[in-house]
């Protein structure tokens, strides 16, 4: 029993298969032959939304897209990368590292940890606690949320999907706010 | 993509140049004759001036004229005779009037020159327009007093490059008056850098005078002075912030937006003279109490001189006039 509730809390924060069985129950594998999932499922992505780094000495972005490539492993930990365009502040690049699990199956929540870097165009702002404006790069270390996101034959949706990150600006720290409205990916 | 990035990365990282602290002490001793009644008075005679005025035939603007009030509240004429006037009595510059009539309106700027004398053919421009909604004390006889007093205390001095004093006409009419200047530098293009006054003496202690926008944060309390540029101008920034932390004049907001300055967020830093000097790619800085960011007399009727702070206006000049003397190369 315990075993059950367990499996049921873990498949209801999505970061695990929907597995969760009531004892005794057997396992499909046991009674019908399952294709192989493959180790690594290789694909790209594309998302749009909203992206912006904001804080006492500098903002960034605001309106913009990205493109990436992902890797998706036993089709549960997830690896990408990507590249984008933002604007309203500036004509900005931001490049986002990520790393993260998904649930297994249709319904395919994900979490990921991210860094992420906002190259180019941006306000800056002169200080007492910065008397010169900061020329280098913010990099942010943050997490992604992705509620919404399907596993549709080999490929995947996801609606609304929201991060945040930090980075310090020496001295106090900026907020990298993240709101995909969608991001649409294909495997291969 | 991510050549790209790296490039702009790169570019966003230039090094920064100190200040040449030579040039200090001269400075501090020419800024302390900047005279702050002298300021309030010349204040005081603008807005009198634009009093005394009958506004400008506002058929121009149609149907705007009952939505926009301040459009058919505007004077120009005697205030840019007032501004002609006092810098001719300097005796040490040379004036013009550049009047350009095009498009139903003539604009009509005022310009003093002061020759440098190593390279006099580089121009450090100080301007402010003297158009001005109402009574203006605030927008913008603040900043025309401002020109006209640093006019009166720096051409006591020599300076390597030339300073040239500038009132343009029209600024509240989409800057029509600097525009059409700089349309004019096409033809010869000496100008370095411009310094562009917009609103200077309206300051407040109380919590929450000083409103912000998205990705334009702000202090709570609208007791600074904020000086703007743009990339071309990052350097410039840095160097007045530095200056006024070595003279330890006032408290000092400095914004530098991106590229030339014209994104759709940060559209509202684009709003004085300036914007045509940095979208034709010049160096320019903008000086300003931030005007309607914080001043509840923007371009009304309660833009009056009694609700100006004439320490911190004061302090706000001597700290400008240290950069363009500092800019200009000097003082000699």
């Not at chain 1, 931001?94 to 297994?104: E, I, S, T, Y």
Request: charged share 15%; aromatic share 8%.
């Amino acid at each position: 029993m315990k075993r059950t509730l367990l499996a049921g809390a873990l498949a209801l924060a999505g970061l695990t298969a929907v597995e969760a069985r009531a004892e005794g129950e057997q396992p499909a594998a046991e009674t019908a032959p399952a294709a192989e999932a493959p180790v690594h499922r290789f694909g790209v992505y594309s998302r749009g939304g909203v992206h912006a780094y904001l804080s006492n000495s500098r903002s960034v972005g605001v309106f913009g897209g990205s493109v990436g490539v992902r890797d998706i492993i036993q089709d549960r930990f997830i690896l990408q990368a990507d590249v984008g365009f933002l604007t309203n502040l500036g004509n900005a690049v931001p490049v986002q590292l990520a790393a993260g699990v998904q649930r297994k199956g249709l319904y395919s929540p994900a979490a990921l940890l991210t860094l992420t870097s906002f190259f180019g165009e941006r306000l800056t702002f002169v200080t007492v606690d910065h008397p010169v404006a900061i020329r280098t790069p913010p990099v942010a270390l943050g997490f992604l949320l992705a509620p919404a996101r399907f596993n549709v034959a080999g490929g995947e949706i996801s609606l609304l999907e929201f991060g945040l990150g930090v980075s310090p600006e020496f001295p106090g720290w900026g907020v990298a706010y993240q709101l995909n409205l969608v991001s649409v990916g294909v495997s291969f | 993509m991510l050549l790209a990035g790296a490039l702009l990365g790169t570019a966003a990282c230039a090094p920064v140049t100190p200040l040449d602290t030579t040039q200090l002490p001269p400075i501090e001793s020419m800024i302390q004759e900047i005279d702050k009644d002298r300021l309030m008075l010349t204040v005081a005679d603008l807005v009198a001036t634009h009093k005394s005025e009958e506004p400008m035939d506002c058929s121009l603007v149609g149907a705007n004229g009952s939505v926009f009030p301040e459009l058919c509240n505007l004077t120009r004429v005697k205030a840019g005779e007032l501004m002609y006037n006092r810098l001719q009595q300097l005796g040490t510059l040379t004036m013009s009037r550049q009047v350009v009539a095009k498009d139903k309106l003539t604009a009509s700027n005022v310009i003093a020159e002061y020759k440098g004398v190593k390279y006099p053919e580089e121009v450090v421009l100080i301007s402010a327009h003297f158009d001005a909604y109402y009574a203006a004390a605030d927008d913008n006889s603040t900043g025309v007093a401002a020109v006209l007093e640093i006019a009166r205390v720096l051409s006591q001095y020599k300076f390597d490059r030339t300073l040239r004093f500038v009132g343009f006409d029209l600024e509240e009419y989409a800057y029509v008056g600097s525009a059409r200047y700089v349309e004019s530098l096409r033809e010869k293009n000496d100008v370095v850098l411009a310094v562009n006054f917009d609103s200077l003496g309206y300051y407040s202690d109380e919590p929450g005078s000083q409103q912000g926008a998205l990705g334009l944060p702000a202090p709570s309390q609208g007791n600074f002075l904020t000086v703007l540029g743009n990339d071309n101008s990052l350097a410039r920034v840095d160097e007045i912030s530095a200056l006024n932390d070595a003279f330890d004049s006032t408290i000092m907001f400095g914004i530098v937006t991106s590229g030339l300055g014209n994104n759709a967020g940060s559209a509202p830093l684009l709003r004085s003279d300036h914007g045509p000097f940095w979208l034709s790619g010049h160096q320019a800085i903008f000086i300003t109490d931030t005007a309607y960011f914080r001043n509840p007399g923007y371009h009304n009727p309660k833009d009056t001189i009694d609700v100006l702070d004439p320490v911190r206006f004061h302090r706000a000049v001597q700290i400008s006039a240290a950069a363009i003397a500092y800019w200009a190369g000097g003082p000699r």
